[in-house]
């Protein structure tokens, strides 16, 4: 058997990060490591204890050129390095979860024409 341990997703502030993966959602922090001026946070559900979520600087190397970070910031800030989809058995309820923390809101729970009900 083959499954999933660890994806990872780039932060630029894991502080802010781990407000909303830990405090809005509700995950656990499992590991929080330092390294040559970086850090990495593993997050995952208690229902999961197997799948974690790494969240690593947007280019966890450091001897990569600062135009190479500077690139991987931009392509951040612009939301063009993809993340994870999160399930849940309600998710109008995890949607004002996340709203009353402060989450950013960029699409409300709608039914989408592929059969799921889906928020961002």
């Known amino acids: 058997d083959i499954k999933l341990s ?5 932060v630029d502030d894991h ?8 405090d809005a959602l509700g995950m656990e ?3 929080d490591v330092g390294f040559e001026g970086m ?13 974690e979520i790494v969240l690593e600087p947007p280019l966890a ?11 991987m910031a931009e392509l951040l800030a612009k939301g ?4 994870v989809i999160l399930t849940s058995d309600d998710v109008d309820a995890a949607f ?4 009353a923390a402060g989450g950013e809101v960029l699409q409300e729970p709608i039914d989408q024409p592929y ?3 889906d928020c961002a």
Request: net charge positive; charged share 25%.
């Open 61 to 71: 190397d450091p001897n990569a050129p600062a135009a190479d970070r500077q690139t």
């Open 115 to 117: 059969g799921v009900r």
């Open 96 to 99: 004002e979860k996340v709203r």
């Open 39 to 51: 850090r990495w946070v593993t997050v995952g559900s208690p229902a999961q204890p197997d799948v």
């Open 15 to 22: 502080d802010k990060a781990l407000a909303f993966y830990r």
């Open 80 to 83: 063009m390095l993809r993340g």
């Open 29 to 31: 922090v499992r590991n």
């Open 6 to 10: 660890q994806c990872f997703i780039a």
